[in-house]
């Protein structure tokens, strides 16, 4: 019985360690991520989170609720959820094997949100650290989107929209 009742706490404990993306959004992890951007010539959209980020918790309960918000990301990019924590490994498209904290470490992911837009080939357009509102992801994506990180700054973008 005492088994049973520990195997059970243990299992729950570490359920509740694992971190979460937003629900309702088809995100894969960051090797199928890649083999889904190449096949489908799509940029990527990586969140690196971890459990018991607030900001994370916050940009899941207020931000990617917007529907319209998901409309346009599902369309637009493969969803990638890195658990910036886990010990769990991925194989990059090298074949190599890695952990979520190894490639957050690759990525200079140290602290969590952090949300990348990565080209099919892995090559990074924009990071995005910290908490983000709907608005923000909306510009985000009309800046990936219409190609403006080609020719000019997040920011010079930011200060004069097209």
């Known amino acids: 019985m005492f088994r049973s009742l520990l195997l059970i706490t243990l299992f729950c404990c570490s359920a509740l360690s694992w971190a979460q993306p937003p629900k309702g959004y088809p995100f894969v992890s960051f090797d199928v991520g890649m083999a889904e951007a190449q096949k489908l010539h799509k940029n990527m959209f990586v969140y690196f989170g971890r459990f018991g980020c607030g900001y994370c918790d916050k940009v899941n309960r207020e931000t990617f609720v917007d529907q319209a918000l998901h409309k346009l990301y ?34 200079n992911v140290f602290s969590t949100p952090v949300f990348l837009y990565m080209n099919p080939d892995g090559k990074l357009i924009l990071r995005a650290p910290g908490y983000k509102t709907v608005k923000d ?3 985000f994506d009309r800046y990936v989107q219409g190609g403006y990180y080609r020719t000019q700054s997040i920011n010079d973008f930011l200060k004069n929209p097209s």
């Open 137 to 139: 992801f909306q510009d």
């Open 74 to 107: 599902v369309k637009n990019y493969v969803l990638v959820y890195v658990d910036s924590e886990s010990g769990d490994r991925l194989t990059l498209p090298d074949g190599e094997r890695v952990t979520g904290m190894e490639l957050g470490a690759r990525l």
